[in-house]
């Protein structure tokens, strides 16, 4: 029987390190942000999609997407940000229940969802659990300005356009506290893991 958890946080709140810690173990991870990337990869519905909206501005010389311009544009519009989630969503939804189907068949013993906007998106119907790793808003801002060198303001305009890291936390069925050292996250993570899976 496969075990399907989600795991989600904020912004800059450590999501990416538990992922990989799980992938490390030898664990299926589907990576929504991977998932994302294929879905605007040059040539796909997707890019062309998002071309007609934002315009080929956007488009770097080699014809990729430039993630960065892209990214400012949408992280302090919120107008504009809805606009590309609606453009993206479906697809990037149904390959994530495509790669998450051949897990299942290939008798995973654990999928670990890698989503950023778990909650916003409702992935967590799709989960045994959801696991949140999570830190308290200060330290998420200090370590996202020091991360991507923003400043206070853009960090604030990220960290907005996600629900907030104290609801994710109110809602999760497993909480990792990632405001210590790694070490310590990384026991909680094994604790789960030994109490729930190996």
């Given amino acids: 029987m496969t075990y399907i958890l989600g795991l989600t946080g904020g912004i800059a709140t450590g999501k990416s390190t538990v992922s990989r810690y799980f992938s490390d173990k030898g664990y299926a991870v589907v990576d929504a942000d991977v998932v994302a990337r ?7 519905e997707g890019l062309a999609n998002i071309v007609a909206h934002f315009g080929t501005e956007i488009i770097q010389k080699d014809g990729t997407l430039n993630r960065e311009k892209l990214g400012a544009m949408i992280f302090s519009d919120a107008e ?3 606009t590309l989630n609606n453009l993206l ?4 939804r149904r390959t994530i229940m495509a790669d998450t189907e051949t897990l299942v068949n290939a008798n995973q013993p654990l999928i670990v969802l890698d989503i950023p906007l778990l909650y916003e998106a409702g992935y967590e119907t799709h989960c045994d659990a959801v696991m949140v790793v999570y830190t308290t808003e200060a330290v998420q801002l200090e370590r996202l300005m020091a991360r991507n060198n923003l400043t206070e303001e853009e960090a604030l305009n ?12 109110d809602r999760a069925d497993i909480v ?3 405001n210590g050292p790694l070490n310590h996250t990384y026991e909680q993570v094994e604790t789960w893991l030994k109490n729930n899976i190996i």
């Fill in 80 to 82: 504009k940000r809805e």
């Fill in 176 to 178: 990792i506290d990632n």
């Fill in 158 to 169: 990220r960290i907005a356009s996600q629900e907030p890291i104290e609801t994710k936390k």
């Fill in 38 to 44: 294929r879905v605007v990869e040059p040539g796909t």
């Fill in 89 to 92: 969503s479906a697809q990037i």
